[in-house]
């Protein structure tokens, strides 16, 4: 059976903005809809955020896709790096290898060794055979530039929609449930 792993952002939960409606789609596309909850979501740090999607995932294959949100996408793109197999597809819904935390200062500790540990980037594309990121125009913390970064170090394929801020307000997310379906085209 497909697999699809989605992984909240910072401050996130399972049932967090569009993740329900999401699971219901790819639960009626006969997937597997796995949604853990991430610890400390207040405080996401790498050595444990990524231990856990790891533990959760230990059964992803071929087949199965990841979908994050925010910094969960980062949290996705460090679990790619330590695999030793190829998933189907990644889905980044406002990631980033770069963040605008001038109205957020307050966060620029937590964020911090999300923007500055490295990451093996062509391990991660060996280990994912496609990956398709969507962006906001107006998203108070990811720039839109980021689209450029996203295609530059990994090939991805880019999604920029008008006014959709942090896509944390919204109930549903079509346009990402499309790229889904395309995968199986």
Known sequence: MKKAYLVHGWEGYPNNC???WLKNKLEEFNFEVIIPQMPNPGEPKIE???PHLQEIAKEADEESIFIGHSIGCQTIIRFLETLNKKV?????????????????????EIAKPWLETPIDLEKVKTNCE?????FSTDDEYVPV????????????????????AHF????ELPELFEEIQQLYK
Not at 130 to 134: M, Q
């Open 145 to 164: 530039s980021e689209e450029k970064v996203f295609q530059e170090k990994l090939n991805a394929k880019s999604i920029v929609l008008e006014n959709r």
């Open 88 to 108: 189907k597809a990644s889905f980044f819904v406002a990631g980033f290898f770069h963040l605008d935390l001038s109205d957020h200062p307050d966060d620029i």
């Open 48 to 50: 444990t955020w990524v």
């Open 130 to 134: 496609k990956f398709i990121a969507l």
């Open 18 to 20: 569009w993740f329900p």
């Open 168 to 171: 944390e307000i919204y109930k």
